[in-house]
């Protein structure tokens, strides 16, 4: 039996979607088991961004060592400060 990656994400993103991409991408390479959703399939995630007053996708629901993360958008600050997180965890 394989170990569980403790590096996983569900981005939820709509077609066209740049930002979605780009989070994919740096979470792929940060070494995250990535679960798409496409949010149009998902009202409950649309509400909870309506909620949450965020206008930009993707929405990710992470988690990384066991601790829940949750984001909207993407930013390169973001990604930087995950891989501190990550590296912080695994010391």
Request: charged fraction near 20%; charge should be negative; proline fraction near 7%.
């Amino acid at each position: 039996m394989s170990p569980t990656n403790p590096l996983t994400a569900t981005i939820y993103s709509a077609p066209g979607c740049m930002k979605c991409r780009y989070t994919k991408r740096g979470l792929t390479r940060l070494g995250f088991t990535i679960i798409e959703e496409n949010i149009h399939e998902h009202p409950n995630k649309i509400q909870l961004m309506a909620d949450i007053k965020a206008a930009e996708l993707p929405l990710v629901e992470a988690t990384i060592h066991g601790e829940p993360h949750t984001w909207t958008g993407y930013s390169d600050t973001r990604m930087r400060n995950l891989a501190d997180t990550i590296q912080e965890a695994d010391q």
